[in-house]
């Protein structure tokens, strides 16, 4: 069987040997884009030689890149535990030509490796191209000779990619692996799409065009290349089996939960245990990228990342702070690849430990609350707006915490009263301010904050409500 560790050295080692410069990962707190909260793609560190203002002494790189996707508009908190395919943390191997080769080499290049080195079964392969993208569709068939039913055509935006309003951008290749029958779920583009049968491994972007105002596209006079493949998912595959938290790494932090914790990962435990072990990644590896904990901005994501772990730990019976005695699992598993998990081991476990005793009680008065008040709610009825703003102000409940607590009764919140409750505690916080030797930067904020709206003021991708506190 294939280790984590050893898939991503093949990965680069194959791109290697195909003239591509291997650049180390880039920290989860992107340098060069203020706007975007968390690194979430191989690309992001390359963003400027895409654009050409930006040269690199290579034309050709390969990286095994960390991502976050929680917050912004990459979101996938919420599948967390439940898909068998979405991390919060997961890395992203890619390789990348910066005007140097196009579509027909990366369709080479990527069947090459998932069918020769990788040797996956060209029967459980299929492949959709953007419906317009003909030379993309001929190449699938020439150099993979795969037949015309599993090159499937996709219209809508999953399959043409944009970096912004403006700036490069063009169609894209997504390589699908069938993991068999006995799993719910259709092919790409069918309506049970979003299903585990059928799940994507490897995304090939082919960089075109350029779009130069709403109305205006050009084509680049040298088109680029961006791909993204799941470690966790490829790993999945060559492990021959169709779930990421089944992989060796997952294993291993899920079997160190249940040990610390002596609840098997079976029937609803079995989700805390990946949220547990899930979250823990993306905890770790945020804070030795130098986020911590906060009420705003990227620390309120790690925040509310590390308290939606601390529920299910209480879930599944801890009384004690869990989390932060999973760390020397984690590095012992990711350390070598990532050697900032050793140097920052010690403030991981502490940032961990403290959040964990921190909110350990209001965690308990809080969560029984929520029991009281939703005893006579069942599945379609909706928590009032105003206590899940009361379990925020007053026990730290993030927003995105009361919703995942509530899920599994089918009880939602009413988010709309939430957040007018939140703007309501705002404006009496404004009155008790005025008169009472409010500073300059104090009314600056406030005037800006009226002018943008809250969310615009954050200056990030924020989509729901939970972006907003
Ligand atoms: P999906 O449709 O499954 O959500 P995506 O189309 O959003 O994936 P891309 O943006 O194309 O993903 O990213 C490139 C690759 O990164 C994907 O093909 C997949 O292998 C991997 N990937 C994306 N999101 C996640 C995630 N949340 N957890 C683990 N791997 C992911
Ligand atoms: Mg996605
Ligand atoms: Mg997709
Ligand atoms: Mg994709």
């Known amino acids: 069987m294939t280790g984590v560790n050893e898939i991503r050295s093949a990965f680069l080692d194959y791109f290697a040997r195909h003239g591509h410069e291997i650049v180390p990962s880039s920290p989860l707190v992107p340098r060069n884009d203020p706007t975007l909260m968390f690194t979430n793609a191989g690309m992001v560190q390359f963003k400027n030689v895409f654009t050409g203002a930006e040269h690199r002494p290579y034309s050709r790189a390969v990286t095994a890149q960390k991502c976050v996707r929680a917050g912004g508009k990459h979101n996938d908190l919420d599948n967390v535990g439940y898909t068998a395919r979405h991390h919060t943390f997961f890395e992203m191997l890619g390789n990348f030509s910066f005007g140097d080769y196009f579509k027909p080499l990366a369709i080479e290049l990527a069947w090459n490796l998932v069918t020769r080195e990788f040797e996956l079964s060209r029967d459980r392969l299929l492949v959709t191209v953007y419906a317009e993208d003909d030379e993309a569709f001929s190449l699938w068939r020439k150099i993979a000779g795969l037949p015309e039913e599993r090159i499937i055509r996709i219209a809508t935006s999953d399959n043409f990619w944009a970096m912004g309003d403006t700036g490069p951008c063009g169609p894209c290749s997504e390589i699908f692996f069938d993991h068999g029958a006995h799993i719910p779920g259709g092919p790409p583009g069918s309506p049970d799409q979003d299903g585990d049968r059928f799940i994507e491994i490897w995304n090939l972007v082919f960089m075109q065009f350029e779009q130069v105002t709403r109305d205006e596209r050009i084509p680049l006079p040298r088109p680029s290349i961006d791909t993204g493949m799941g470690l966790e998912r490829i790993a999945a595959v060559l492990q021959g089996t169709h779930d990421n938290y089944d992989t060796d790494l997952f294993r291993r932090l899920i079997e160190a939960s249940v040990e610390l914790t002596g609840v098997p990962a079976t029937g609803t435990a079995r989700p805390s245990h990946r949220v547990i072990a899930d979250h823990l990644r993306a905890a770790a590896f945020l804070i030795a990228d130098g986020v911590l904990p906060s009420n705003e901005g990227r620390g309120y994501v790690l925040r509310r990342i590390m308290r939606r772990a601390m529920r299910h730990a209480e879930l599944l019976g801890a009384r004690e702070p869990l989390m932060w005695r999973l760390v020397p699992v984690l590095v012992a598993e990711m350390g070598r690849a990532y050697p900032e998990l050793h140097r920052a081991e010690a403030l991981i476990a502490e940032t961990l430990k403290l959040e964990e005793t921190r909110f350990r009680h209001t965690l308990a008065r809080g ?102 506190v």
Request: aromatic share 10%; charged share 25%; net charge negative.
């Open 367 to 468: 969560l029984a609350l929520l029991n009281e008040a939703t005893e006579n709610l069942s599945a379609g009825d909706r928590l009032a707006g105003d206590i899940a703003f009361k379990l925020y102000d007053t026990y730290g409940f993030p927003l995105d915490l009361t919703q995942d607590a509530l899920k599994s009764r089918g009880i939602a919140v009413d988010t709309e009263g939430f957040a007018a409750a939140m703007q309501r505690q705002r404006e009496e916080a404004r009155r008790a301010w005025a008169g009472s030797g409010e500073t300059a930067t104090e009314a600056v904020w406030f005037a800006l904050r009226d002018r943008l709206g809250a969310t615009e003021f954050l200056g990030y991708d924020t989509e729901t409500a939970e972006g907003v």
